[in-house]
């Protein structure tokens, strides 16, 4: 790589050639406030628009100001990221911006987390000089994101996210001047656009323009109700990122944290997704071998590749992009619902309740778990099997309500039966981890033989799209991955034209896979975070004495119990479901 | 994606339109001008079928449609009125008279009124300030033209 050298306030530096300024400054540790560029270099997404001005520099020579995101690094250059004129410029851009920016900061679901409330803090801003027109939008509320776009400073990053990493292309810039809005077409409600839900959005805003619908207030109820018997479980990947909410380091794990914290909110029964995790590969797995079984004996209609089917932003995708391609899915339910299923079918049957007196809540690095739970096919009349879904941040919320010294809790345990998991479930929380905890069980299943390596490297990683052929004593499995429905959409159109030759596919929605979810604490584009909780996923695995779902012991005795085998009749009206065209469920209004 | 209302005849027109710029989503601006030169406005369901064929979301295109004043979701009138505002028309009072417009026709810039007769535009010079203000209705011009004429050439055509 071709080096060039420049000055950055004072200090001569030697730096790569066609990289901006703002990340020549960055890689030498000049930290340029930034506000709508956002980054996600591990997955290689990038907004830049230009648009916002507060990356401003001088640069000797040039008449005007420069944005450091959008200019790029010449032999020579002389820059200043901090002279008056600089930082006169910086403030003057951001009092305009906070001009018709609503000051409800008190009640914001951003605040603490917002960018430009943090920007208004770092520039030193006490008054607004200029007094204008504030927008009035209405507000638009889906059953899992909310839009309040009065506050969006249109740095575009949802829009980005939403058409280049996801090409959902449910969100774009409408309008023009003081109208202009990011929108779903027509200006109609998120839920009757595209949206999958995968929350992305929310992750990518750096205000308060786009939240999740937080449903803490009724988790309290639930829990305050003496009738109610409140049940909790987890999802893998809210164990290996909730420590980032109380100052911990990225990559903490803090499951034991987590269970005790639980216990001292109130929830009756502290359970774990992962049990449904290793639950959700006996029945997946099971599904797979039968198709390659069915295959293999010259069945035409069986449908290769089996996609998995955890994932909700996903299956909205499909079901929106993919109508007719309904019956290549896995049927199996995600683990949420499963849980859900289980425990409201097994476990009150077990503790000898009314399936209306238990409530189950999930905790989830998801936005769009909030709309799999309220899906009519998973309630029985009116009642959810899953009847609030959290995200980790609204986790988080609840220990700082109830006033829970996080750090200092002790380590302890799940409660059983439905809190022992294997190595295999957690993995589920990140990228590839679903077909690899398949592979394991589906290998023994297949070939009757024991696996004496667990871990398959091959399918690790965080390239957007990912091949691997995995030997099952002989037969060549071919596997796919994707992260990112870009990259699904890639997979999918190649399947579409039928010669892709892959027997199982996995797709998650987010950038890692849960990990980088959209309910998760925020990262503001830092990646490393994410590279962070992937490697603590990897270690929680490696730590566990039983890393096969099928080698759980409590998951034996649910069968043994209660579904008998695996995809048989219970399993096929409780843990399976099936998919509904939502291609045509954009109506055109007047 | 959405429930097209369009006729078979009429979506085959739009299709040959994009398909002649190469169903490119970079010609989005062009395609969009020669349909609405086609359909006089941009309605919803015209939208949802280049978004289709040039294989870009609709928001994109809604977005679009929604920059540029020159497209329209509103269909023009049979009579559509254009008020100009140029430098010359302004201070000679064509706010006045677009005001008048709006008071007798009851519809805001850029509407169309219920029974489709008038719809109401701004324009920028015509290149006849000797003559301002100046208005057009369809090809013809009014010059000179103060707020009390307003209804007496508005009755030229509601007969």
Redesign the interface.
């Known amino acids: 790589m071709e080096k060039i050298n420049i000055i950055i306030d004072n200090k001569p530096l030697q730096v790569e050639k066609g990289q901006t300024v703002l990340k020549a400054a960055r890689a030498a540790g000049i930290d340029i406030p930034t506000l709508c560029y956002y980054e996600l270099d591990g997955v290689k997404l990038e907004n830049r628009p230009g648009g916002c001005r507060m990356c401003v520099v001088e640069i000797e020579g040039r008449k005007n100001l420069a944005p450091a995101c959008a200019t790029e690094v010449a032999e020579g250059m002389v820059i200043h990221t901090c002279s008056l004129r600089v930082v006169n410029a910086r403030r003057t851009v951001l009092e305009l911006i906070l001009s018709d920016h609503p000051a409800d900061c008190l009640i914001c679901p951003k605040s603490g987390k917002c960018e430009l409330q943090d920007l208004a803090q770092r520039l030193g801003v006490r008054e607004i000089p200029y007094q204008g027109e504030q927008s009035t939008y209405r507000k638009d509320m889906s059953p899992a994101i909310i839009r309040d776009v009065d506050k969006c400073v249109m740095c575009r990053r949802c829009e980005t996210v939403c058409n280049v990493w996801q090409t959902v292309g449910a969100l774009s810039a409408v309008n023009r001047g003081f109208q202009a809005v990011v929108a779903p077409a027509f200006e109609q409600d998120l839920a009757k656009s595209p949206c999958t839900m995968c929350g992305q959005c929310v992750m990518a805003c750096p205000v308060g323009a786009l939240s999740e619908v937080d449903l803490t207030r009724q988790v309290i109820t639930a829990i305050s109700d003496p009738k109610k018997t409140v049940v909790v479980q987890t999802a893998p990947a809210v164990r290996v990122a909730l420590g980032e909410e109380f100052g911990m380091e990225p990559g903490s794990i803090v499951t034991g944290q987590m269970a005790s914290a639980l216990r001292r909110i109130g929830f009756d029964y502290i359970f774990d997704t992962d049990f449904a995790a290793d639950l959700t590969i006996m029945e997946e797995g099971t599904e797979l071998l039968t198709r390659i079984d069915k295959f293999t004996k010259g069945d035409k209609n069986v449908k290769l590749p089996i996609l998995t089917s955890c994932c909700p932003g996903w299956v909205n995708f499909f079901e929106t992009n993919y109508p007719d391609m309904l019956d290549v899915p896995s049927t199996a339910k995600s683990p949420q619902q499963m849980f859900g299923a289980v425990a409201k079918n097994y476990l009150a049957n077990k503790l000898g309740i009314k399936r209306e007196d238990m409530v189950v809540v999930s905790i989830m690095p998801c936005v769009a778990k909030k709309f799999e739970s309220q899906r009519e096919e998973f309630k029985e009349n009116g009642n959810p099997d899953v009847d609030y879904s959290l995200t980790t941040r609204e986790l988080a919320e609840l220990i700082r309500q109830f006033n829970i010294d996080f750090k200092t809790l002790p380590v302890e345990d799940f409660d059983n039966p439905l809190g022992e998991s294997t190595g295999a479930a957690v993995i589920f929380g990140a990228t590839g981890g679903v077909i690899e905890a398949a592979t394991r069980t589906a290998y023994e299943l297949f070939t009757g033989k024991k696996l004496e390596k667990v871990d398959f490297t091959e399918l690790r990683g965080l390239e957007g799209v990912r091949e691997a052929t995995v030997d099952f004593n002989g037969t060549p499995i071919k596997i796919g991955i994707a992260h990112g429905l870009s990259n699904a959409r890639k997979l999918l159109d190649e399947v579409k034209k039928g010669n892709s030759g892959f027997h199982a596919i996995e797709v998650m929605a987010c950038p890692g896979g849960c990990i980088g979810g959209a309910g998760q604490p925020f990262h503001h584009g830092n990646f490393d975070i994410i590279r962070k909780r992937q490697e603590a996923i990897y270690r929680e695995d490696a730590g566990k004495p039983i890393r096969k779902s099928h080698e759980n012991p409590y998951i034996q005795t649910l069968y043994k119990e209660w579904l008998g085998a695996p995809c048989g009749e219970i399993s096929h009206h409780l843990l399976h479901t099936h998919y509904f065209d939502k291609s045509k469920h954009i109506e055109i209004e007047g | 994606?959405?429930?097209v209302?369009l006729s078979e005849s009429k979506i085959n027109k739009i299709k040959e339109i994009c398909a002649s710029f190469g169903n490119k989503p970079g010609e989005a601006i062009n395609v969009l001008h020669k349909v609405q030169g086609e359909f006089g406005y941009l309605p919803?369901?015209v939208?949802?079928v280049i978004a289709q064929e040039l294989n870009?979301?609709?928001?994109?295109?809604?977005?679009i449609v929604?920059?540029y004043s020159f497209f329209t979701m509103t269909p023009k009138g049979e009579f559509p009125i254009s008020v100009c505002m140029g430098t010359a028309c302004y201070v000679r009072g064509a706010e006045k008279v677009l005001d008048e417009f709006k008071r007798e026709l009851k519809i805001g810039v850029g509407q169309t009124t219920p029974d489709g007769k008038f719809s109401l535009n701004c324009l920028r010079c015509v290149g006849a300030c000797g003559l301002a203000p100046v208005v057009l209705i369809g090809e013809k011009v009014y010059g000179r033209l103060t707020p009390d004429g307003v209804k007496d050439i508005l009755n030229e055509y509601r007969s």
Request: glycine letters at 6%; proline letters at 0%; zero cysteines.
């Open positions: 994606m959405a429930k209302k919803a369901e939208q949802e870009v979301s609709v928001a994109q295109i809604y977005g929604t920059f």
